[in-house]
């Protein structure tokens, strides 16, 4: 398994923006994802990033979310902009060694202790 570490999280005002990461302990791992799991809600997928490469994004983050894998590092980040008070979630970074997995949480072996976001109205 790879040891998963996320950061950046907090409070934001609604519009506003953040910058998530997640330091993964090695490169044993194909594909990256943020799920996110709101009080009383399963968790979600968010995004996630295969080979470096290809990108997937919930509906309810298209255009407002972006994931991107640092090069030469083993850090990924989800940057977060135009936030609502909808997406306060405590998020999770979880790894896979498989090439394409799907959005179920089940799907990824290896999870980050999560990270609180809160975005007031």
């Known amino acids: 398994q790879v040891h998963l570490v996320e950061s950046g999280g907090g409070l934001v005002q609604a519009g506003g923006s953040l910058r998530l990461s997640c330091a993964a302990s090695t490169r044993a791992f194909h594909s990256l994802a943020w799920f996110r799991q709101a009080p009383g809600a399963e968790r979600e997928f968010v995004a996630n990033i295969m080979g470096g490469l290809m990108k997937l994004y919930a509906d309810s983050v298209l255009g407002r979310f972006t994931i991107s894998k640092d090069n030469g590092d083993n850090t990924v980040n989800l940057q977060m902009n135009s936030l609502k008070p909808e997406d306060t979630a405590v998020y999770y970074c979880?790894?896979?060694?498989?090439?394409?997995?799907?959005?179920?949480?089940?799907?990824?072996?290896?999870w980050g202790q999560g990270i609180q976001v809160t975005v007031s109205s």
């Open positions: 979880a790894a896979t060694p498989s090439t394409f997995p799907d959005k179920r949480p089940g799907s990824y072996e290896s």
